[in-house]
């Protein structure tokens, strides 16, 4: 184990085995059950089958990559998971402005300064 593994705080490996579990359930529960994820979008329409599952496969792989991280204990992984998290969120809180979301825009905000704060610790012993 290096010694970039070892201090690695165990609570930032907690959490971002919490994380994975959430992107994988958020990913299983848009395949079989996108109703309950989407409730404002008409899904018999043409196409958007196709987009949620391009949704999921997203969430997939970015639970995936924090669950692989999480297990090796790796700053690096975590970080470049972290980075796209904090882009992502980004991405939802002007999503949530152009949609007049104000959950998604408090949401989104909250999830920046997580994945921030997550970003600073990990590095922070560099």
Known sequence: MTEAQK???KWV????????LLELMVSVSLCLSPQSVVDTVDLSAKGVYYIIY????RQFALGSIFAFATFKRSA???TIAYIFFLVM????FFIGISQKEN???????????????LL???????
Do not use: T
């Open 7 to 9: 201090s690695l705080p």
């Open 13 to 20: 490996l907690i959490v971002s085995g919490l994380f994975a």
């Open 54 to 57: 391009m949704w999921a496969a």
């Open 76 to 78: 690096p992984m975590l």
């Open 89 to 92: 969120f980004i991405g939802d």
């Open 103 to 117: 959950a998604l825009v408090i949401s989104a905000l909250v999830m920046c300064v997580i994945s921030s704060a």
């Open 120 to 126: 600073f610790v990990i590095n922070k012993r560099r």
